[in-house]
């Protein structure tokens, strides 16, 4: 069943109001019509099941059949911060982080990352890259739609990570030893969380030290050398995994 996020204010007691360009992909996209059935959810953990009544040119309305908790996000918080790759990369990281779990993306400009973005172009790249977080979001059944953040220096990304009060990890090439990953996994897992991952080239030795500082945990991914878009995937996932395990067995 296609699902659509809507604001607070489009839903009623029976009622799903959908506007914006929704509309269109409802129409014209998927050739929906009076009668055909949807989800809807005003990222909470509430979904709405209804039926489509109507569709104008401008919006789409629906009758709320009935509602269901969600129950689809993960008992802990995990926000990526992730430096700057090349090409559209971070595009596939962000598609897959979503699907994965993650509340929110920082993209992080480094002193190894190879895209440098003016003020235009990060401000169109986020915008593109909150387009695919939304369709990610859709197409794994997630209850909210998380943000990709304007883009950030390390100093800035480290500080938001400490307003928001998150555990701190961070994978590096150069740990040694899995004793630091597995205490990490192995605890009840509580709380919020954020990954910094390099770009292509890793991390500067002074930027782990600066993250290090900042109260980070650096941990190994084991013995091979993950790419940029792989070794957020692959902590994401061990994290996912291990924490609805913990919450199966509650």
């Avoid at 959810?41 to 109507?54: G, R």
């Avoid at 926000?79 to 993650?102: C, H």
């Avoid at 794994?140 to 953040?149: A, K, N, W």
């Avoid at 630091?180 to 709380?191: A, N, T, V």
Wanted: glycine residues 8%.
């Amino acid at each position: 069943m296609y699902r659509f996020f809507v604001d607070p204010g489009s839903i009623t007691d029976d009622q799903v109001v959908i506007t914006g360009g929704d509309v269109s992909h409802i129409s014209h996209v998927l050739r929906m019509k009076p009668g055909d059935e949807i989800v809807v959810n005003c990222q909470t953990d509430l979904d709405y099941y209804c039926e489509i009544t109507s569709i104008s040119r401008d919006e789409v309305v629906a009758k709320v059949r009935f509602t269901e908790p969600q129950g689809r996000e993960l008992p802990i918080s995990i926000t990526l911060l992730q430096g700057l790759p090349k090409g559209d990369k971070m595009e596939l990281i962000i598609q897959k982080t979503v699907e994965l779990g993650a509340v929110r993306i920082v993209p992080v400009s480094t002193s190894r990352a190879v895209v440098k973005l003016d003020e235009k172009k990060a401000k169109n790249k986020v915008e593109r890259w909150n387009a695919i977080s939304e369709g990610a979001a859709k197409q794994s059944g997630r209850g909210i739609v998380p943000e990709v953040t304007r883009v950030m220096s390390l100093k800035e990304a480290l500080a938001f990570v400490k307003e928001e009060g998150l555990t701190l990890i961070v994978p590096y090439e150069n740990a040694r030893g899995m004793e630091e990953l597995k205490s990490l996994l192995h605890s009840p897992m509580k709380g919020g969380y954020a990954i910094l991952i390099g770009p292509e080239g890793g991390l500067e030795q002074e930027e782990v030290d600066l993250a290090t500082a900042a109260g980070g945990r650096v941990v190994s991914l084991g013995s091979r050398i993950l790419r940029t878009e792989t070794a957020g995937m692959a902590l994401i996932s061990a994290m996912m995994l291990e924490a609805e395990m913990n919450r199966a067995s509650e």
